[in-house]
Structures are given as C-alpha cells and as structure tokens.
C-alpha cells in the first residue's frame, strides 16, 4: 500500500482494502479512547504543539524534512522542519509551569520504509515534572494493559509468537542484555563514559562473529550488536524494560547519580519490537549544548548537513526546566501488537504514497 496501491493494484481506499483492515482500524479508536481516559484518570493535561518547528529534533541518525514558511508580507522564507519528535515543545511547557503533559504528536522521518516504520507515524509523548524514570515505567507498564483490556485482548502478538503484558514486565540493564546474550563487557569499551573507545567494540564485535566496517563508529557497532544479539531476546514471554543506557547514547538524558557510566535512559521491547523510549530529563542547559554541539558535528560527518539548532529550547532550559522525565511511544507500533498486524500500514487510516515497504 506504500504506493497507493496494494499488490493486486488496488488503492489503498478500495472498498475492499478498507475492508480488510477494518477490524485493526477499529482497534486503534478503541486504542485511541484508552488513553484518554488514562490520561484524564491521572491529571495529565493533553497539549497540542505544532508540528513545524525550528529544529526537527537532534538525534543525528534521523533524517528530517525541511520546507519553509513564506512571509505574507513580503519578507524572506523563514526555514522550518517537520519535527521528528514533539519534545522540545513540549519541554518548553514544562519550562512554563505545566507539571503533567501528554499529546498525540503526529511526527515525521524522511528514509524511513519498512513493515514497522513509516515516514509519517503517531507518537505518544508524556512528561512528568518532579518524577523519574520508575514513575514512567509503571505509567508505561498501566498504559499497555489498559490499551490491551479496551481493544479486548490479553496478550500482544507478532509474526504468530505472543508476550503477555499483565505479567510483571522485565527489567535488564544494557550492559547485564550485552553480558548474557553477546558475552561482551559493553561499559568497559568506554572508559571515558563521553568518549567510547571504537577499538574495544571494534574487537568485541570481531570476537564474537559480528561484521563492522571501517567506518563504523562505536554507537554504530553498538547498534548493529544489538540488532543481531540483543533485539531478538528481547520481550519476549512479557515486555522487557532495557534500562541505564551508556551515558555516550543519551543525548538528552541525565547521569544516573548512582553511576555515572550510564544515563537515565530506556525503552520499552515486545516481541523484539521497540516499543517506546524515556529520559530522566537533561536539565543543565551548558551541557545540552555541548552535547548538541557533538550532535550535529555527527549529522554533518554523516550527512553533510546538521539539523538547525532551536536557541529557544536552551534559553527555556537555562530559565529553569524541574526536574522531570519524559516518553515517547510509537502508537502505530502498539496497535500492531495489540492485533497481530503484519505491516504498519495495516493500522493507518491511510498511507503516504511512497515506495513500497517490504513485508519482512
């Protein structure tokens, strides 16, 4: 359906091709209803932040759209992206003197075609002022079960293999994932938790059958051990909950005071899918510039280009953000689950045309 059409070469708006994901369409209203009422339930406000931002976001490994906004009046085109996330909007509010915040963000990711990503896709994002990351855990762990009771089903499901989210969900740090499922001591690779050595992963890789290329970069070998080793261990059985991320993949999360390898970061797995992504917030706003400032030296390495920086966003930042932490959760992924949906398109109302993403 990635080009309007599906393989019999009907469009997507086909009688009968809207038949057929009827059922999976009506699950993500039933979805939808959930978490309003969960929200509601626990005094959480739903904001609504433009999409057109300065800057799309600053994880150098996505690529944003750009356009631009044309002055009525006769003045020059202001650059403008779509954003790839709406937290620092959202940030910005918190920075205000809102305390419980959630929105249903529609987002966007040029280059991103696949059964389970989509260029254009619907992320849950909430934050908490004056909480942690274990406050969004158990939030996280409460949402599913009440999106799985409202659609009427009492486990997620994937590609025929089930996991069951009313169990207690488990909790694995990434260095214990990388020491059981790949052997390698993933910290002692970064000695300077900032700086990871390439070498050491580099090494570790080799040791263990996984192929990297001269370019690759140590968050990159990471990533790619994670894909071949990790990932497909993860949730499976009940939702797995990968914690203290290392400081150097965490560009917008705090140390964890109890140790300073490693961020306040997780994400949320099911059946080897990533479900959601959280931050115990960075709040110093001399520090979010500097890692900012690694960031886009990383897009333009990579790239040939960096994501503009919202100077807006670092001056809320040093006016006072709380202390606070933040999720975002692909809900187009979550329906998936709560179906059994093959293909993320399944579960969209409708498509951007494009080409096709593979069923696999």
Same mark, same amino acid.
């Given at each position: 359906?990635?080009?309007?059409?599906?393989?019999?070469?009907?469009?997507?708006?086909?009688?009968?091709?809207?038949?057929?994901?009827?059922?999976?369409?009506?699950?993500?209203?039933?979805?939808?209803?959930?978490?309003?009422?969960?929200?509601? $339930?626990?005094?959480?406000?739903?904001?609504?932040?433009?999409? $057109?931002?300065?800057?799309?976001?600053?994880?150098?490994?996505?690529?944003?759209?750009?356009?631009?906004?044309?002055?009525?009046?006769?003045?020059?085109?202001?650059?403008?992206?779509?954003?790839?996330?709406?937290?620092?909007?959202?940030?910005?509010?918190?920075?205000?003197?809102? /305390?419980?915040?959630?929105?249903?963000?529609?987002?966007?990711?040029?280059?991103?075609?696949?059964?389970?990503?989509?260029?254009?896709?619907?992320?849950?994002?909430?934050?908490?002022?004056?909480?942690?990351?274990?406050?969004?855990?158990?939030?996280?762990?409460?949402?599913?079960?009440?999106?799985?009771?409202?659609?009427?089903?009492? @486990?997620?499901?994937?590609?025929?293999?089930?996991?069951?989210?009313?169990?207690?969900?488990?909790?694995?740090?990434?260095?214990?994932?990388?020491?059981?499922?790949?052997?390698?001591?993933?910290?002692?690779?970064?000695?300077?938790?900032?700086?990871?050595?390439?070498?050491?992963?580099?090494?570790?890789?080799?040791?263990?059958?996984?192929?990297?290329?001269?370019?690759?970069?140590?968050?990159?070998?990471?990533?790619?051990?994670?894909?071949?080793?990790? /990932?497909?261990? $993860?949730?499976?059985?009940? !939702?797995?909950?990968?914690?203290?991320?290392?400081?150097?993949?965490?560009?917008?999360?705090?140390?964890?005071?109890?140790?300073?390898?490693?961020? @306040?970061?997780?994400?949320?797995?099911?059946?080897?899918?990533?479900?959601?992504?959280?931050?115990?917030?960075?709040?110093?706003?001399?520090?979010?510039?500097?890692?900012?400032?690694?960031?886009?030296?990383?897009?333009?390495?990579?790239?040939?280009?960096?994501? !503009?920086?919202?100077?807006?966003?670092?001056?809320?930042?040093?006016?006072? $953000?709380?202390?606070?932490?933040?999720?975002?959760?692909?809900?187009?992924?979550?329906?998936?689950?709560?179906?059994?949906?093959?293909?993320?398109? @399944?579960?969209?109302?409708?498509?951007?045309?494009?080409?096709?993403?593979?069923?696999?």
């Amino acid at each position: 359906m990635g080009t309007g059409k599906d393989r019999l070469g009907q469009p997507w708006w086909h009688p009968d091709q809207l038949a057929a994901r009827r059922g999976f369409l009506r699950a993500r209203g039933q979805a939808v209803a959930a978490l309003r009422g969960f929200f509601a $339930l626990r005094d959480f406000v739903e904001v609504e932040t433009p999409c $057109l931002q300065v800057s799309p976001g600053m994880e150098p490994h996505l690529k944003w759209f750009a356009t631009a906004l044309t002055d009525p009046y006769g003045g020059p085109d202001r650059p403008l992206c779509l954003h790839t996330s709406p937290e620092f909007a959202m940030k910005k509010l918190l920075a205000g003197g809102m /305390e419980r915040i959630w929105q249903m963000a529609r987002v966007f990711r040029n280059a991103e075609r696949s059964a389970t990503h989509a260029p254009e896709f619907t992320m849950v994002e909430w934050y908490r002022a004056g909480a942690g990351i274990e406050a969004l855990m158990a939030d996280t762990e409460a949402l599913v079960r009440t999106c799985a009771e409202a659609v009427g089903v009492e @486990q997620l499901r994937r590609g025929g293999l089930v996991c069951d989210p009313f169990l207690p969900w488990q909790r694995l740090s990434v260095a214990e994932a990388f020491a059981t499922y790949a052997g390698i001591d993933l910290l002692a690779t970064a000695p300077d938790p900032l700086r990871p050595e390439r070498a050491l992963i580099a090494a570790e890789a080799a040791r263990i059958g996984v192929s990297v290329s001269p370019s690759d970069r140590w968050d990159d070998i990471v990533f790619r051990i994670m894909f071949d080793r990790i /990932e497909p261990h $993860l949730g499976f059985d009940r !939702p797995t909950i990968l914690h203290s991320w290392p400081l150097a993949m965490a560009a917008l999360a705090r140390p964890d005071p109890d140790d300073p390898r490693v961020a @306040q970061r997780f994400e949320v797995y099911a059946l080897g899918l990533e479900l959601a992504n959280a931050f115990g917030e960075l709040i110093d706003p001399v520090e979010q510039r500097r890692r900012f400032g690694e960031d886009r030296a990383l897009a333009t390495e990579l790239y040939g280009a960096a994501p !503009p920086l919202d100077e807006d966003f670092l001056a809320a930042l040093a006016f006072g $953000l709380p202390d606070s932490a933040g999720i975002a959760l692909g809900f187009d992924r979550l329906v998936m689950l709560l179906t059994g949906a093959e293909r993320i398109d @399944q579960v969209l109302w409708a498509p951007v045309d494009g080409p096709a993403p593979p069923t696999v």
